[in-house]
């Protein structure tokens, strides 16, 4: 009976701070590049408009405000935060910077530096983050796959933040998910990463 007790009540804690980390959100900031600007597509199959429809399908009224700008680095991202955060009132940022940097072969250590500085300046503001990954190309060399590809975990662990491991996980390399380009996702493939990025969002919210 004793240790009947002792298991009711860990679970009870256990499920009181699951409850306490959850989120109350209203609006979210999606924060990256081309990959969630909605490069290429019409406006209809934007991710923010995409994700608020999803969402709302499911019976949150989120509204999802598009702050991603093509092309962008992550030191890009570090010159315009702290304008986005002054022009939006927001609960949740996610964060979707550094596939420009991997393109252009930016050193990761710099590009994780930057996204740092990022990350810090929003947490200063009280304001959620969701980061969503990326991963390298092999062709830039395993060397540098190997050192980009620890970037977003790092920061994940080092800010406890939570993590979407790779923003193009069932999309990436799959012609029939892609524009010509081979990059950018088209509408199909916006459908996917709005589920990958709703189920991530669903986890942290009340």
């Not at 030191?75 to 935060?81: A, M, Q, T």
């Not at 990954?133 to 796959?145: E, F, I, Q, R, T």
């Amino acid at each position: 009976m004793k240790k009947l007790l002792v298991f009711i009540f860990l679970t009870l804690i256990v499920y009181g701070c699951s409850d306490n980390n959850k989120i109350a959100v209203k609006k979210i900031l999606l924060f990256g590049d081309s990959l969630m600007s909605g490069y290429g597509l019409s406006e209809e199959h934007h991710l923010s408009i995409v994700l608020e429809e999803n969402l709302k399908s499911e019976g949150y009224d989120i509204e999802v405000i598009n702050g991603s700008v093509s092309g962008d680095t992550s030191l890009d991202g570090l010159d315009r935060i702290e304008e986005a955060l002054s022009e939006y009132n927001v609960d949740l940022i996610i964060l979707g910077l550094g596939a420009n940097d991997m393109m252009r072969r930016i050193n990761p250590q710099q590009t994780e530096q930057n996204l740092e500085k990022i990350i810090k300046i929003i947490q200063d503001k009280k304001i959620n983050i969701l980061l969503a990954g990326m991963v390298a190309s092999p062709s830039n060399g395993l060397d540098y796959k190997k050192k980009f590809d620890e970037i977003f975990p790092n920061l994940a662990k080092k800010y406890e933040l939570p993590l979407i491991p790779f923003l193009l996980d069932e999309v990436a390399l799959k012609p029939e998910l892609n524009l010509s380009d081979g990059i950018h996702p088209n509408d199909k493939g916006i459908l996917v990463i709005s589920k990958t990025v709703k189920k991530s969002i669903l986890n942290l919210i009340k």
